[in-house]
């Protein structure tokens, strides 16, 4: 009874570990608010350079100016979001070692009085062209405040993902033990897929430990992030297919079908 209790306490332990890595929170809520913002933005001063493009007139370059001025504020204000979310992430997450959130929140932190530094930049415009050399500056400086802490989060949870699946193979080493010692083919059926899905779950891990150690300047970061993420991703789905077999192959051994 003991052993069936402590499986089914490592079984939701497991699983909760999981889930706080699939949820989000107020942060990165407000982060997609800022990118729609961002987008809006856009549209606008596309709109106004349109209207400019058409009819010449001081009214509609003024327009242009102060939508682009919008337009530059709110990517600023996305990334400020997205740094706030990064570092509340790393923060609430106690599977996240001190030296990883002390790095994100250095980075979180420079970053934040460049972005003050830029909106002084970006308020000062008075025309078209300091409208264009604020932008042209802004585009190198984009780069610049969010690369190292992509890079950082990456790591993160290269980090919390591997804690996870080393946890997981211990439960699942158990559970064959205890599928072999009853001669139960089809748990032991499941646990061979179990093993196999953990194995392409790490694979995954690895490649995006790989990715995300190319997240710098220069070259392409926010490619190698996207890249980075979308290894994660197969291997959160592959981590949960795993966790599947395994809670049908201690369904199986614990009522000896």
Same mark, same amino acid.
Do not use: C
């Given at each position: 009874m003991k052993k069936i209790l402590f499986f089914v306490l490592l079984l939701i332990l497991l699983q909760s570990v999981v889930v706080s890595a699939l949820n989000?929170?107020?942060?990165?809520?407000?982060?997609?608010?800022?990118k729609e913002a961002t987008l809006d933005a856009k549209i606008k001063h596309e709109d106004?350079?349109? !209207?400019?493009? &058409?009819?010449? /007139?001081?009214?509609?370059?003024?327009?242009? #100016?102060?939508? %682009?001025?919008? +337009?530059?504020?709110?990517?600023?204000?996305?990334?400020?979001?997205?740094?706030?979310?990064?570092?509340?992430?790393?923060?609430?997450?106690?599977?996240?070692?001190?030296?990883?959130?002390?790095?994100?929140?250095?980075?979180?932190?420079? !970053?934040?009085? &460049?972005?003050? /530094?830029?909106?002084?930049?970006?308020?000062? #415009?008075?025309? %078209?062209?300091? +409208?264009?050399?604020?932008?042209?500056?802004?585009?190198?400086?984009?780069?610049?405040?969010?690369?190292?802490?992509?890079?950082?989060?990456?790591n993160m949870w290269v980090h919390v993902l591997n804690v996870y699946l080393d946890n997981l193979e211990k439960a699942g080493d158990k559970v064959m033990a205890a599928a072999e010692k009853a001669n139960n083919e089809k748990a032991i059926g499941e646990m061979n897929s179990f093993f196999?899905?953990?194995?392409?779950?790490r694979d995954n891990v690895d490649k995006a430990d790989d990715s995300y150690s190319f997240v710098v300047t220069p070259g392409t970061p926010f490619i190698k992030f996207t890249e980075g993420n979308n290894y994660l991703n197969m291997a959160k789905l592959k981590a949960i297919s795993a966790h599947q077999h395994l809670n049908d192959a201690f369904r199986l051994v614990t009522r000896g079908e």
């Open positions: 989000s929170g107020d942060a990165r809520d407000d982060w997609i608010d800022a106004a350079k349109a !209207n400019h493009a &058409k009819d010449k /007139t001081p009214e509609n370059q003024e327009k242009v #100016v102060d939508t %682009g001025k919008v +337009l530059l504020n709110s990517a600023l204000d996305e990334a400020e979001a997205w740094l706030i979310w990064k570092d509340t992430e790393a923060k609430e997450n106690q599977n996240v070692p001190d030296d990883i959130k002390d790095a994100i929140k250095r980075d979180v932190e420079k !970053n934040l009085q &460049k972005i003050e /530094t830029l909106r002084a930049e970006v308020d000062s #415009v008075k025309n %078209g062209l300091e +409208l264009g050399v604020v932008f042209i500056k802004m585009v190198g400086s984009y780069v610049e405040l969010l690369v190292d802490v992509a890079k950082n989060t990456g196999d899905d953990l194995k392409d779950a």
